[in-house]
């Protein structure tokens, strides 16, 4: 099968926008922690910090700002879309997972996916090129 040349019209954008509709003092490390977690559900702050190319410190302030505002260790805001939780087989390791909250968000960032269209991608025309 031949995948079509092109990517999808303004899908990233799309996404922020509705994050920012959603969370309006949302941070780019917050929005990256929520988006690292929904791929890799489980992930721990270290791991996420590995994912995020910044510090542990960073990734566990991000994370608990998206936990349950009642949940022990959560930051302020408490967006809830995110949940912390031991695997049973570490206790002290705690891994975090999407609320249903966060599954309802992804869907909705899935379908903003799902439904834009494919546009070509054009190269800036000579004038504003860059001469090396």
Not at 88 to 94: F, K, L, T
Not at 115 to 124: E, F, P, W, Y
């Amino acid at each position: 099968m031949i995948e079509p040349v092109g990517r999808r019209r303004n899908t990233l954008l799309a996404g922020l926008v509705l994050l920012k509709k959603l969370a309006p003092d949302i941070t780019l490390s917050e929005m990256l922690a929520f988006l690292y977690v929904a791929e890799n559900p489980g992930v721990r702050i270290k791991e996420l910090a590995a994912l995020m190319e910044t510090t542990d410190a960073t990734a566990s302030r991000a994370s608990r700002s998206l936990l349950q505002a009642n949940e022990p260790g959560a930051r302020a805001p408490g967006r809830g879309w995110l949940l912390m939780a031991s695997n049973g087989r570490e206790a002290v390791s705690r891994h975090l997972y999407l609320t249903e909250a966060g599954v309802e968000l992804i869907q909705r960032l899935d379908a903003l996916i799902e439904s834009a269209r494919l546009i070509g991608i054009r190269a800036a025309p000579a004038e504003l090129r860059v001469r090396r």
